[in-house]
């Protein structure tokens, strides 16, 4: 056979593998379209209803025409009627005042936005810069301070693990930068390791102090920052995505251990003492955790099989006690405001 002809045959059968793999997309886009159409709206309500009384704030995964909506719930009734925002995230975070809004602009080049809205008007109130794909997001208590997650490509280092930037800022004033610019102290000496990456921050009230993940030569740490003086120092290993309870006291976050690498185990760290317990839940969670109230976190578990793009929240407490339970259906990243 001809070099020619060969070359024919190769065109060919490129084209048909790039035609089959196009049919294919198009086929999932248009089965995935017809199942938010077809699923009937949940019950709603108005925001300004829920606003005078505990509420839970998150990303809806029903599949309708409102699939990754941002809405809301009363917290005594989690399962009652949402009322929804208008906003599509991928990720949201909100307090009394304001709303954070991570979201992918999947155009012929995607995009990405970090938005901070009033939570009771809808108003914008700023942008905050975000590099690459939305991962976490946080407001500080009172709504003044945001953190956000991206991952990233193209850091030298990454060829074969991922990157993230995180960053700090105040709103309405100046950014804090990338956590990669702070200074990392380890056992008592200042270190920079080249492939350190910061996620998962959590304010605590003062609006100075945060915690997050830190994590270089394939291991995590749990670090406490003071962003007065923009330096972080280490807690204690093996530790993601921190959340830090309303009192104070205590932190969740993802622990691996003796999983296999993509699962965790939810354990709980008293601040005073360091100790680490373990929560009940053995499902794998990969999420940054809420807080319900000083004593129970709610976080994303994802539906499996058909399902998959649907998540739910669950409830469970802290003390390694109780059943976890569904608290939210067909929902994700969730903001309580109590």
């Not at 100790?275 to 990969?286: C, G, K, P, R």
Request: some cysteine; aromatic content about 8%; glycine content about 8%.
């Amino acid at each position: 056979m001809s070099t020619k002809a060969k070359l024919t045959i190769f065109v060919v059968i490129c084209l048909l593998a790039i035609g089959g793999t196009v049919a294919a997309l198009v086929k999932t886009r248009s089965d995935d379209d017809a199942a938010r159409r077809n699923t009937p709206a949940a019950a709603t309500t108005t925001y300004a209803k829920l606003a005078s009384a505990p509420r839970i704030v998150f990303r809806s995964t029903v599949r309708n025409t409102d699939y990754g909506s941002v809405a809301a719930v009363a917290m005594s009734d989690p399962t009652g009627p949402r009322a929804f925002f208008g906003n599509q995230c991928d990720r949201v975070y909100a307090t009394a005042q304001r709303m954070l809004c991570l979201a992918s602009d999947r155009g012929l080049v995607t995009t990405y936005t970090a938005k901070v809205f009033n939570v009771t008007t809808g108003a914008k109130i700023t942008e905050l810069p975000l590099v690459g794909v939305p991962s976490r997001a946080r407001l500080s208590r009172d709504g003044t301070l945001a953190a956000t997650t991206s991952f990233v490509q193209g850091d030298s280092y990454a060829a074969t693990s991922f990157s993230t930037r995180t960053v700090i800022s105040k709103i309405g004033g100046a950014s804090f930068g990338s956590l990669e610019d702070f200074r990392l102290v380890h056992q008592g000496k200042t270190i920079q390791p080249v492939d350190r990456n910061y996620w998962g921050v959590t304010f605590a009230a003062d609006d100075n102090t945060f915690y997050a993940t830190a994590e270089w030569g394939q291991h995590t740490w749990l670090v406490e920052g003071q962003l007065s003086t923009r330096t972080v120092h280490t807690l204690t290993e093996d530790a993601e995505c921190p959340s830090l309870s309303p009192d104070g006291a205590h932190i969740v976050y993802k622990q691996r251990g003796d999983r296999p690498k993509g699962q965790w185990r939810l354990v709980d760290y008293t601040v005073a003492s360091g100790a680490i317990n373990q929560l009940s839940e053995t499902h794998s969670v990969d999420d940054q955790v809420e807080w319900l109230d000083n004593s129970h976190v709610i976080y994303g578990l994802p539906r499996s099989g058909t399902e998959a793009a649907v998540s739910d929240v669950w409830s469970v407490p802290i003390d390694g006690s109780g059943i976890p339970k569904v608290l939210i259906p067909q929902a994700w990243s969730p903001a309580v405001i109590p």
